[in-house]
């Protein structure tokens, strides 16, 4: 299975600043995808980061408040735009092995807002 | 809309006990249904189920996958501390494979 690195593992922001969390693969991948737990909660789908064109967000979720990037089939951004103490919650990265459909998941971003 | 339920929702047992997780799905063009383990941060995979009635087993670990009630198991036998944990099912549905998630079930094995 691909290797997933995340960074920042943890972070602690102000209200209203942005933070942008690096996702790297140890190989190509198609399918990328970024998750939230919010506490005490189950992971939500935010969106499928698609290389070359822009993400597919899911409902909930709008591109204003969650850019993202995937420059290339190794590496995605995303960015929690403008946070409030709602955003506080464990950021995961993912990606799906092709014809298999098994997904695994970085280490995890942490994020405080206080 | 999709919907994945797991129960119980929370769980306490003793070393060496056997425990049965449950894992119901409403998905739309179903796929298959995964497995995860969370300790901290990120779920670790256990499996990965698309055909029913077929038992995946890792060690300690097993599931099985009934297609007709739409419903999977998982199985923990002679529990540790270790396996304390939340324990995640997810379904994949659609092109795309996207997951929807359960709330998990939180494993306390205490010695």
């Known amino acids: 299975s691909a290797v997933i690195s995340q960074k920042p593992s943890r972070d602690i922001c102000q209200r209203g600043t942005s933070l942008t969390i690096q996702c790297q693969v140890d190989?190509?991948?198609?399918?990328m995808f970024w998750y939230r737990q919010q506490p005490g909660q189950s992971l939500t789908l935010i969106a499928t980061a698609n290389q070359g064109s822009e993400a597919t967000y899911e409902s909930g979720f709008v591109i204003d408040k969650f850019p993202i990037s995937r420059p290339n089939l190794t590496f995605s951004t995303l960015t929690v735009s403008n946070m409030s103490p709602e955003d506080s919650s464990i950021y995961l990265c993912?990606?799906?092995?092709?014809?298999?459909?098994?997904?695994?998941f970085g280490e995890g971003s942490r994020l405080t807002v206080l | 809309e999709d919907k994945v339920v797991q129960s119980p929702l929370s769980l306490v047992v003793h070393e060496g006990d056997t425990v049965t997780l449950n894992c119901s799905y409403e998905?739309?063009?179903?796929?298959?249904l995964l497995w995860y383990k969370q300790e901290k941060k990120a779920p670790t995979f256990l499996f990965m189920l698309t055909s029913s009635g077929i038992e995946k087993k890792s060690g300690r670990l097993s599931s099985i996958l009934d297609k007709k009630e739409l419903f999977s198991i998982l199985n923990i036998t002679a529990t540790q501390t270790g396996d304390s944990a939340v324990y995640l099912c997810a379904s994949s549905g659609g092109s795309n494979y996207k997951l929807t998630f359960g709330k998990g079930t939180l494993l306390t094995v205490n010695p």
């Open positions: 998905v739309t063009n179903f796929r298959s």
């Open positions: 190989s190509q991948v198609t399918m």
């Open positions: 993912s990606v799906s092995e092709v014809g298999t459909g098994e997904l695994f």
